[in-house]
């Protein structure tokens, strides 16, 4: 009974694995139609009040650490850097501001999605340059790639976002990311995803 029940097991987190984009992708592609009006005011909202591209594009690392074009509304002035934003960044514009306590920000990632280079549920990507400086000092840091890189995610939903001003901060995100990858189910994304939204809102460590 035992060794049917695992091979049961088995063959349903594989169904599960394959039904994934699928679900994640339809997903995306409604939420994107729904949204289509809020894009089209935020891109002009960012427009009126700076100069330079709606869009952001940064290099993050996505599946098996193969790099990716990840998109953003662009929330800070042209040329800003690397550097996360803290609290009171002058970077950050005022609709900026606005578009990050939202998360409003990473609604463009929908098409990232819909590319195939991220997923809706799934570790955050980092910045190529952050990855570079967190792996040799988190264990198991680059494990969080094993699966594609998320919209939102388990740590995201348990408060773990945001600036990461020291290592512990990022160690708690990766442990979370971890233990998303060990429990993962299409169940727990479809529950993640629920409760998002709401978790989102209530944060108050995105400036």
Avoid: C
């Avoid at 809706?120 to 340059?129: D, K, M, S």
């Amino acid at each position: 009974m035992t060794f049917a029940a695992d091979r049961f097991a088995k063959a349903d987190k594989t169904l599960q694995l394959a039904l994934k984009p699928l679900v994640e992708r339809s997903l995306a592609a409604l939420a994107l139609l729904l949204l289509a009006p809020l894009l089209v005011i935020v891109a002009i909202a960012i427009r009126a009040e700076s100069r330079g591209p709606v869009i952001f594009r940064q290099i993050r690392t996505g599946l098996d650490g193969r790099p990716f074009e990840i998109l953003k509304f662009r929330s800070m002035t042209v040329g800003a850097g690397l550097a996360q934003a803290t609290r009171g960044d002058a970077r950050v514009t005022r609709v900026g501001a606005v578009l990050r306590r939202t998360s409003v920000d990473e609604l463009p990632q929908l098409i990232n999605v819909l590319m195939g280079d991220m997923a809706l549920v799934g570790p955050r990507p980092h910045a190529v340059a952050h990855d570079a400086f967190y792996a040799p000092q988190i264990a198991n840091y680059m494990a969080r790639y094993a699966v594609r890189p998320g919209l939102t995610g388990w740590a995201q939903i348990n408060g773990a976002r945001g600036e990461t001003e020291t290592l512990g901060k990022m160690a708690q995100r990766a442990a979370l990311d971890l233990d998303y990858i060990r429990g993962w189910s299409l169940a727990r994304d479809l529950w993640i995803i629920a409760l998002t939204p709401m978790r989102l809102l209530s944060d108050r460590n995105v400036y």
